[in-house]
């Protein structure tokens, strides 16, 4: 290897090779040594020897093809045709030396093999061209050329006699024919080892042939001589292969044989010395009786020694000979049941004598009973008359002894029947308990299935409208629970706010863009909220200001109350007003106010007018704001949000947790599963696989296209079994999401069938897979798949405090996710995830699966039918409507109507303006909450106010145009009052049909009954809650006296027959009909009543255990907080920090946050803005933004000026900047108009406000 010796190259693993082969050169060499010339030629050679021992460890055949032509080897005789097999025996010899010690094959050794390959190549030539001879001298049927064939010294067959030639070519000829006829090929031909198996076939049955033929000849022999022993043991000899030959017949075969034999030398010349054997039924052998030797080919003159028994007719004798005496010996063993067949037999004949004898006996039978009956006729007829001559005597005597006996048993069966009823008494009560029950079911079957009930059955469950101090008690328990549940609610979203806020100032502090100081100021705030919400009374607020009690107090809490009313029942009014204030506005709006006025749904009222809500307001958007179907999946409707938000909270958070945590936890739990369909990630983790187990670096690159990593097997059998996994995860949530369609909450079910009715009539051409598409947007991508990505973040299972999901985890949900939201969408798999294209087909069929889910969700009926309720159930329900509010929230809605009122109620007489008009213009938080709330000589008195804005009070709504007495203008509320009065009759008199009723005076006892009622109603509704009682209207109406109520039904039916609501030729049946509906609705008002109390108290535990999970999460951010003011002050013991803030300078100024002003050229020459809809580029000069920090750490207010004067302003929030960039969103618009970059912006914030 010295550089030199100016040598080819050397490896330093073949010294051993190198110092063997140029020892033995040197020494062939002589005494003068090997030349630079030679030395540089031998190791030029060996060197490529030592390379193609390496190619051979490899076992690579095409590796040593290319070594043996490429190399400077100079091997002798290749060809080029047989380089595979000098591959193939190389590699082989490589083994076999190693195996033995020997480290390298020489440059001798690999011509060795070389010449041997060749060798062995001609050879085959050879025999090949030999085997066609056979084959074409088989064709040529001459058995003598047949065997010039298979002496041919190149084939190389072993054991050809040239005796059995014509044995050997009938042979052939056999199994050629069965060659071609197994194949189907005539022109087949016989490979080497099968005419090799046939030589040996023909030579065996040679041998077989011969041995036959003596056994056979040896029988005739023994037989002639006439010695039976003699001929038993030449017939038992292996060699001629006789069947059931017996010793005990031998002296019968001896008979036989030799009279066989007799008339075979009859019939024919025995002078013969040759006889014919067939072998095998198809090859005649010849055999000579004198020199004992066989051929297969016919002698000359061949003559058959007839007296020569073959060995076909010797087994025939035996055949015969063996069955006789087998036959004989069956009988001799069967000697006893001969003997039973024999008796059966004599027994047979004697009974078939006795059954004859029987049917003679049998004919006569006739004449046998007329000779008895005549006989017993005459006895019976001697009796009779002798008893009838006592009877007659004895007359008096037996009429008196019957008369008792009579008695006795009447009495006996009454006194059982007595003792019976006494018996079974409870029996008895059960059985007419029973035929009450079931006659009142079929009354209240008549009631609720009858189109026309009866009066005197709607008379029977009238009491049932009566409201009992139980419904009174439930009343209040629900009203109670309500006002629980919302102030839980807010509460919980407030501290939620506080939470995300501690997140980011956190996440902030540790990006050092606020000091620790910022972060445990606003932990003091969250803990002191919290202590203040806990001790204060949440009714504080009633007590003070617009609760207070004096006039004009009450007529502006009145008013609001009537505003609020107004509000929440006609839909109209806020549906408008969310779209004419900014997307940012509207959403704090929604999030607040509107919620809050309908108490997040807690009872079915509020739930249905919060969907007429949502239905007003989201065909509202769809009209006026959809140009193309598919905005409403592009874009980000307000009302969609909204609703989605809604179901997902406080009200829809066990929907969403019944439904999709089992599979979620079953997936996060399965610590095997593993699903990535990222070729590129699968063909890394392969590598890392392998580099593992072998502990050396791979040689596969580490860096792949997603093309190249397809191009391994190894990849593409992974993708597929994650497939197959991900199909099987997929599935599950599947199947728990298609059999869970009654869970879904139904105002989401309604939403999307309002959704896809006003799509369908915008948009009439759109079939109907796209309306259902956008139906699938709704339901699964935006109300489920958030919870399958995210289900920490939705509350879908429990982590502890700083908790959270590993990546594998979250990874294999989202492909879950994703799979269905391909599904979802029928969105098929192409471009870049070509490779999920096999799961197109999956995704298909998923889709029809959620195709008929979606379906089925649209088909739901309306609020109406399922809430049994309309604009006229407050009427006549027992409570009123009761919202909690905040002063703030009171402010801001009364603002926001002015504001944009005439866009809201464009018609001046709408009650709106009414009512707007009572309540004047907009007060302030002192107003309402009254004078001295706040210490006028307070310097924090603006953040006080600030914070009592939020105090709550509750708002009993009620309608300032509800009718009062003898206003008949309303109907509908005329039938009302009619109807009350008469239940309060009927439920006193009789009567069958109500004219009769009211046409008959009632008696002294009937008013007296009523009067007991009415003062029993006054007692009830004195002791009622002031929200629980009944409008002063119908109370008036119930205490009149019976026959005052009669004259006035009498009246109003009258108006009702004029307006055509009632008709007296039918009896005033409608007005009954409506009764009845009453009673069922007040019997399944009590049901649900009962449903939402268990509903309320399941929801009221579901918050406080989302209450105590934020207090864990407050007590983990205490620890942590603690945790950074022990390292600070370890870290710098001389400074300390002032928490509270009592140890600022006293000339210290509070700081004021800097703006930053920019024009839009300078933000578009910095690359943030990247244009803006509507304006060339040449006028960004005449734009200016104006970037402005909040109170709020984190928050910026944005304001846009066009030529100076103020456009348009937007919140900021620079944790939804950190998200986007997270999510790598480049591009965001801001004002719906400027498209922003999102790196360059949060950019531009850290370095001009945290200096970053």
């Known amino acids: 290897m010295n550089p030199e010796a100016q040598l080819p190259i050397v490896y330093q693993t073949a010294a051993n090779l190198y110092q063997a082969e140029l020892f033995s050169l040197q020494l062939q060499g002589g005494r003068s040594g090997l030349s630079h010339e030679e030395l540089s030629v031998a190791v030029e050679m060996l060197s490529a020897v030592a390379v193609l021992n390496e190619v051979l460890d490899t076992k690579d055949p095409q590796a040593v093809i290319e070594q043996l032509t490429d190399s400077p080897l100079g091997f002798t005789n290749i060809d080029q045709d047989n380089l595979n097999r000098y591959s193939d025996m190389l590699i082989k010899e490589r083994a076999e030396a190693l195996s033995t010690g020997q480290e390298f094959l020489t440059w001798n050794d690999v011509q060795k093999c070389i010449d041997t390959v060749n060798v062995q190549v001609q050879e085959e030539h050879e025999r090949i061209i030999a085997i066609a001879e056979i084959n074409e001298a088989l064709n040529s049927g001459d058995h003598e050329q047949t065997l010039a064939a298979l002496l041919l010294p190149t084939a190389k067959l072993s054991g050809v006699n040239p005796a059995t030639a014509k044995h050997y070519h009938d042979v052939l000829q056999n199994t050629k024919q069965l060659l071609c006829q197994s194949s189907g090929d005539e022109s087949a031909v016989l490979w080497l080892d099968q005419i090799q198996e046939a030589i040996l076939t023909a030579n065996q049955d040679e041998k077989e042939a011969l041995a036959l033929s003596g056994a056979v000849a040896h029988i005739n022999k023994t037989v002639n001589e006439g010695d039976s022993q003699n001929t038993l043991e030449a017939l038992q000899a292996p060699s001629v292969g006789l069947r059931a030959v017996l010793p005990e017949c031998a002296d019968t075969y001896q008979d036989d044989l030799s009279q066989k034999q007799r008339d075979g030398n009859a019939k024919g010349s025995t002078d013969g010395v040759w006889v014919k054997h067939c072998i095998k039924d198809k090859y005649d052998y010849f055999y000579n009786l004198e020199t004992e030797q066989g051929t297969w080919e016919e002698p000359e003159g061949f003559e058959q020694n007839s007296g020569h028994l073959s060995k076909e007719e010797i087994q025939n004798v035996v055949t015969c000979v063996t069955a006789e005496y087998n036959r004989e010996q069956l009988w001799l063993a069967n000697e006893c049941f001969v003997t039973k067949l024999q008796a059966r037999v004599r027994g047979y004949l004697v009974r078939k004598k006795h059954a004859q004898r029987m049917e003679y006996l049998h004919q006569q039978e006739p004449h046998v009973i007329k000779l008895q009956a005549c006989w017993k006729g005459y006895k019976q007829r001697k009796v009779y008359k002798e008893r009838m001559n006592l009877l007659q005597k004895n007359v008096a005597s037996i009429v ?33 308990a029973f035929l009450k029950a079931n006659k009142a079911r079929e009354d209240y079957r008549t009631l609720t299935g009858a189109k026309d009930p009866p009066l005197s059955v709607v008379r029977k469950f009238v009491h049932l409208l009566e409201q009992s101090p139980l419904d009174l008690q439930e009343e209040q328990e629900v009203t109670r629970l309500r006002e629980e549940v919302v102030t839980k609610i807010r509460s919980n979203q407030q501290m939620e706010k506080d939470l995300n806020l501690m997140d980011i100032k956190i996440g902030l502090l540790v990006k050092n863009r606020i000091t620790l100081q910022d972060v445990v100021s606003h932990n003091k705030k969250m803990k002191s909220k919290k202590n203040k919400a806990s001790k204060d009374d949440p009714m504080a607020g009633d007590r003070l200001g617009i609760k207070g009690l004096s006039k004009g107090k009450r007529r502006k809490l009145e008013a609001y109350q009537h505003l609020f009313y107004l509000l929440q029942t006609n839909p109209s009014y806020l549906a408008k007003l969310i779209f004419q204030m900014p997307q940012n506005k509207s959403t704090k709006f929604m999030d607040t106010v509107i919620f809050t006025l309908y108490n997040y749904a807690s009872n079915q009222r509020e739930e249905y007018l919060l969907l007429k809500l949502f239905k007003t307001a989201l065909e509202e958007e769809i009209n006026s704001k959809v140009d193309q179907i598919q905005d409403i999946v592009t874009g980000n409707p307000t009302v969609i949000k909204m609703v989605v938000s809604f179901n997902r909270g406080a009200r829809g958070h066990n929907t969403l947790r019944q439904l999709l945590a089992p599979v979620i936890k079953d997936i996060i739990e399965d610590k095997s599963l593993g699903l990535n369909t990222n070729p590129v990630e699968v063909y890394k983790a392969w590598v890392n696989q392998l580099e593992s187990a072998t502990g050396e670096a791979s040689k596969l690159p580490y860096e792949v296209t997603p093309e190249q990593a397809m191009s391994h097997e190894e990849v593409r059998n992974r993708l597929q079994a994650s497939s197959q996994t991900l199909r099987s995860a997929t599935d599950k949530v599947l199947n728990s999401i298609v059999s869970s369609l009654d869970n879904l909450p139904y105002g989401m079910r309604y939403i999307a069938k309002v959704l896809k009715n006003s799509l369908h009539e915008k948009f009439p051409d759109a079939s109907e897979d796209e309306l259902l598409k956008i139906v699938g947007n709704l339901l699964y991508y935006r109300y489920m798949n958030p919870a399958i990505v995210a289900p920490d973040g939705f509350d879908i299972i429990d982590l502890s405090a700083g908790g959270q999901l590993h990546q594998d985890q979250r990874r294999n949900l989202g492909s879950v996710a994703k799979m269905l939201q391909h599904a979802a969408a029928k969105n098929l798999f192409e471009g870049e995830n070509a490779h999920m294209t096999p799961m197109n087909n ?90 001295g709330a706040v210490d006028p000589n307070d310097q924090n008195r603006e953040s006080a106010l600030s914070q009592l804005a939020k105090t709550e009070i509750s708002l009993t709504l009620t309608s300032k145009f509800e009718l009062l007495e003898g206003d008949d203008r309303d109907l509908k509320t005329l039938s009302t009052k009619t109807k009350k009065l008469i239940v309060d009759v009927i439920r006193i008199q009789h009567g069958e049909t109500l004219p009769d009723i009211l046409e008959t005076p009632a008696t002294a006892a009937q008013e007296s009954e009523h009067t007991r009622i009415v003062e029993r109603r006054a007692v009830q509704d004195a002791q009622t809650p002031e929200g629980l009682k009944s409008s002063p209207a119908l109370l008036e109406d119930s205490q009149l006296p019976l026959e005052q109520k009669k004259r006035k039904i009498i009246r109003n039916l009258r108006n009702l027959e004029q307006a055509g609501l009632a008709t007296a030729s039918n009896k005033y049946q409608d007005l009954i009909n409506e009764i009845s509906k009453d009673i069922r609705y007040q019997r399944r008002y009590r049901q649900r009543r009962k449903a939402e109390l268990v509903k309320l108290q399941q929801t009221l535990t579901a918050l406080n255990s989302k209450t105590a999970f934020y207090q864990e999460q407050m007590n983990y951010y205490d620890a942590y907080i603690k945790t950074c003011l022990d390292n600070l002050n370890r870290k710098n013991s001389r400074r300390s920090i002032k928490l509270d803030g009592k140890g600022e300078d006293k000339g210290s100024k509070k700081w004021k946050p800097q703006s930053l002003k920019y024009t839009a050229a300078k933000l578009h020459e910095k690359g943030v803005i990247l244009e803006i809809e509507g304006l060339q580029t040449n006028q960004f000069k005449n734009v200016m933004f104006d970037i402005s920090p909040t109170e709020e750490v984190g928050d910026f207010e944005v304001k846009a000026k066009f030529m100076g004067v103020e456009m348009e302003k937007v919140q900021l929030h620079f944790q939804d900047l950190l998200q986007l960039q997270y999510e790598g969103v480049a591009v965001m618009k801001m004002f719906d108009k400027a498209k922003v970059n999102v790196n360059l912006l949060i950019f531009l914030l850290n370095k001009k406000f945290y200096g970053k």
Request: aromatic share 10%; with cysteine; charged share 30%.
């Open 400 to 432: 008196k002894i019957q008369s008792f006996v009579k008695m006795w048993k009447a009495k006996r069966e009454y006194n059982q029947r007595q003792q019976f009823f006494k018996d079974h008494e409870k029996e008895i009560v059960k059985i007419q």
């Open 842 to 931: 999956y995704i298909s069929q998923t889709y029809e699966k959620f195709r008929l889910f979606f379906q089925s969700a649209c088909d739901v009926p309306e609020p109406e039918e399922k809430f049994n309720i309309d604009e006229y159930s407050d009427m006549v329900n027992l409570s009123k409507p009761i919202i909690y509010i905040s002063i703030e929230e009171i402010i801001n809605t009364h603002s926001l109507l002015l504001e944009h009122l005439d866009a809201i109620s464009p018609e001046r007489n709408d009650l709106l303006h009414e009512l707007l008009q009572d309540l004047g213009d907009v007060p302030d938080v002192e107003a309402l909450l009254g004078e």
